[in-house]
């Protein structure tokens, strides 16, 4: 977290980083229907080894 | 289509949040740095500055101008969409998951089933053990060099099944072996069998539990019956806290449904919580029509309550008796890369659907949809251009999605559901994405405010 007077950043984006690295697909299936609890695929962690 | 640079503003309390839609960067800022914002990239300094000055003093909005055109420069605001990545289907695709519908019947009648309380517009029937093994065989077969498989047991009602859930275990066990494969097992059951014989297998083979509950008793039972009329809650609750306590919360899931019924259902996921339950999930209902189904009418207090559960979570984790919402566990450092996100769920050739019979379908959602019959366990898949529109239903070939703010966190929403509504594959469910994007705003404020006070201590 870094705070300027006026704007704390949270989180700084790392979205663009992990084009660098590619998909490995490691991570779990991830439904995104309600009955298999999902709808959103950020709530999954990187299954990627050395995260 | 590769969307614009663009960034999400939104409040919930006191609490204003910038998101950069393309980086995933999230910043809290003042009041002035909100206004600013208003106008951003839209007017000139000066013009800015004029229109603001009736509210703050000119050198505290050149202060928020500066500090917003550093984060410009560093890439944290309005930073550029990123390209498709060429290989984000490199070659064959490899199928990661199937979803077993073990059994089509159910010893319960929700009134809210979307698999026709059990028989998914079919027969009622079991999956036998030979459906099961060579399930277990395609999995292998076509999982490339993929190490973890995973089998999710469903229905209808696993565990009335569960000579053959036993027997897919061992199976899967010992051929993955033999092909240096593991296998993650998930059973969903509505907990009406779950005994003690069943909880100790369960355990004992390490397999995941999603238990279906869906709050107060009133609520649950208004929805979740047996098949005479009578509710369920006062029968399954014992059997379900059973199984919690004797599983790492991790490893099990309280999952629920919400309907127009309870539009309050905060307090369902509260009265969960109270019930001893800490990994929790209540999901909006999906339905087309019936007196439970959502409209648009409810926007309102949906997202009211949906603020008032941000509320009561943050309140308990102030309290230490914490709970887990899974739609607020958003990771901010080690979520999904972007390939990921731009995919999607992988249903349709990553994942698959076996029915009792054998036949293949995109996802369990899809199962007794004959348009969606893509092949069988014993036969492969037959229609390869169906998978691969499947494939190509990720978040730059939807439309609606570049315009969108949330399309990185919510990879186009749930495509059985998009088709259920509208009827295609790339045209996102509108009432779903709505209620998407609120829990999402809720999910980073929630996780912003943690961090906050993580930091402070």
Same mark, same amino acid.
């Given at each position: 977290?870094?705070?300027?007077?006026?704007?704390?950043?949270?989180?700084?984006?790392?979205?663009?980083?992990?084009?660098?690295?590619?998909?490995?697909?490691?991570?779990?299936?991830?439904?995104?229907?309600?009955?298999?609890?999902?709808?959103?695929?950020?709530?999954?962690?990187?299954?990627?080894?050395?995260? | 289509?590769?969307?614009?640079?663009?960034?999400?503003?939104?409040?919930?309390?006191?609490?204003?949040?910038?998101?950069?839609?393309?980086?995933?960067?999230?910043?809290?800022?003042?009041?002035?740095?909100?206004?600013?914002?208003?106008?951003?990239?839209?007017?000139?300094?000066?013009? %800015?500055?004029?229109?603001?000055?009736?509210?703050?003093? /000119?050198?505290?909005?050149?202060?928020?101008?500066?500090?917003?055109?550093?984060?410009?420069?560093?890439?944290?605001?309005?930073?550029?969409?990123?390209?498709?990545?060429?290989?984000?289907?490199?070659?064959?695709?490899?199928?990661?998951?199937?979803?077993?519908?073990?059994?089509?019947?159910?010893?319960?009648?929700?009134?809210?089933?979307?698999?026709?309380?059990?028989?998914?517009?079919?027969?009622?029937?079991?999956?036998?053990?030979?459906?099961?093994? &060579?399930?277990?065989?395609?999995?292998?077969?076509?999982?490339?060099?993929?190490?973890?498989? @995973?089998?999710?047991?469903?229905?209808?009602?696993?565990?009335?099944?569960?000579?053959?859930?036993?027997?897919?275990?061992?199976?899967?066990?010992?051929?993955?072996?033999?092909?240096?494969?593991?296998?993650?097992?998930?059973?969903?059951?509505?907990?009406?069998?779950?005994?003690?014989?069943?909880?100790?297998?369960?355990?004992?083979?390490? %397999?995941?539990?999603?238990?279906?509950?869906?709050?107060?008793?009133? %609520?649950?039972?208004?929805?979740?019956?047996?098949?005479?009329?009578?509710?369920?809650?006062?029968?399954?609750?014992?059997?379900?806290?059973?199984?919690?306590?004797?599983?790492?919360?991790?490893?099990?899931?309280?999952?629920?449904?919400?309907?127009?019924?309870?539009?309050?259902?905060? /307090?369902?996921?509260?009265?969960?919580?109270?019930?001893?339950?800490?990994?929790?999930?209540?999901?909006?209902?999906?339905?087309?029509?019936?007196?439970?189904?959502?409209?648009? @009418?409810?926007?309102?207090?949906?997202?009211?309550?949906?603020?008032?559960?941000?509320?009561?979570?943050?309140? &308990?984790?102030?309290?230490?008796?914490?709970?887990?919402?899974?739609?607020?566990?958003?990771?901010?450092?080690?979520?999904?890369?972007?390939?990921?996100?731009?995919?999607?769920?992988?249903?349709?050739?990553?994942?698959?659907?076996?029915?009792?019979?054998?036949?293949?379908?995109?996802?369990?959602?899809?199962?007794?949809?004959?348009?969606?019959?893509?092949?069988?366990?014993?036969?492969?898949?037959?229609?390869?251009?169906?998978? /691969?529109?499947?494939?190509?239903?990720?978040?730059?070939?939807?439309?609606?999605? =570049?315009?969108?703010?949330?399309?990185?966190?919510?990879?186009?929403?749930?495509?059985?559901?998009?088709?259920?509504?509208?009827?295609?594959?790339?045209?996102?469910?509108?009432?779903?994405?709505?209620?998407?994007?609120?829990? %999402?705003?809720?999910?980073? =404020?929630?996780?912003?405010?943690?961090?906050?006070?993580?930091?402070?201590?």
């Amino acid at each position: 977290m870094t705070t300027k007077k006026r704007i704390k950043t949270i989180t700084r984006g790392t979205l663009q980083d992990t084009l660098a690295s590619g998909g490995c697909g490691a991570c779990q299936n991830s439904c995104q229907s309600a009955c298999k609890t999902s709808l959103t695929v950020s709530n999954q962690p990187c299954a990627r080894e050395g995260q | 289509m590769i969307p614009e640079p663009a960034i999400h503003r939104f409040s919930l309390g006191n609490t204003k949040l910038v998101v950069d839609v393309n980086s995933g960067a999230l910043h809290q800022v003042d009041d002035v740095t909100w206004a600013v914002l208003e106008y951003y990239r839209e007017k000139e300094r000066e013009e %800015i500055i004029n229109r603001l000055q009736g509210s703050f003093p /000119r050198g505290a909005v050149e202060e928020a101008l500066a500090e917003l055109d550093e984060l410009c420069r560093e890439g944290l605001l309005y930073s550029p969409a990123p390209p498709l990545p060429e290989d984000l289907w490199p070659g064959e695709s490899q199928v990661k998951a199937l979803c077993l519908h073990v059994a089509h019947d159910c010893n319960l009648r929700c009134r809210y089933c979307f698999g026709d309380t059990g028989g998914y517009g079919g027969d009622r029937a079991l999956m036998s053990a030979e459906v099961g093994r &060579r399930a277990v065989d395609f999995l292998l077969e076509n999982s490339g060099p993929r190490p973890l498989c @995973e089998i999710d047991f469903f229905g209808g009602e696993p565990l009335l099944n569960m000579a053959v859930v036993q027997e897919v275990v061992r199976y899967a066990r010992e051929e993955g072996a033999k092909r240096g494969k593991e296998f993650k097992f998930t059973l969903t059951t509505n907990g009406v069998l779950l005994d003690e014989e069943a909880r100790s297998f369960l355990n004992e083979n390490n %397999i995941s539990v999603v238990l279906s509950i869906d709050g107060r008793p009133e %609520i649950h039972d208004r929805m979740r019956t047996f098949p005479g009329g009578r509710g369920s809650y006062h029968h399954i609750l014992p059997r379900l806290q059973a199984m919690a306590v004797s599983r790492p919360p991790e490893d099990c899931v309280i999952r629920g449904t919400f309907t127009r019924y309870n539009l309050d259902f905060s /307090r369902d996921v509260l009265h969960l919580a109270d019930l001893g339950f800490s990994n929790l999930s209540l999901e909006p209902v999906v339905a087309k029509e019936g007196g439970y189904a959502l409209t648009w @009418e409810d926007l309102p207090a949906i997202f009211a309550e949906y603020e008032a559960l941000a509320q009561a979570y943050l309140e &308990r984790h102030r309290e230490g008796r914490p709970f887990s919402y899974y739609h607020f566990e958003v990771y901010f450092n080690q979520g999904p890369c972007l390939y990921k996100r731009i995919s999607g769920c992988g249903a349709g050739h990553e994942y698959f659907a076996v029915a009792p019979t054998g036949e293949l379908y995109p996802c369990h959602q899809f199962v007794g949809r004959d348009e969606f019959l893509l092949g069988t366990v014993y036969q492969g898949v037959l229609k390869p251009g169906l998978c /691969r529109q499947f494939q190509e239903a990720h978040v730059y070939n939807k439309g609606e999605c =570049a315009s969108c703010w949330a399309r990185f966190y919510c990879s186009g929403g749930c495509h059985a559901n998009n088709h259920l509504f509208t009827g295609d594959l790339l045209t996102p469910y509108p009432l779903g994405c709505e209620l998407s994007k609120k829990r %999402i705003e809720c999910a980073l =404020a929630v996780q912003a405010e943690l961090a906050a006070a993580g930091e402070e201590q």
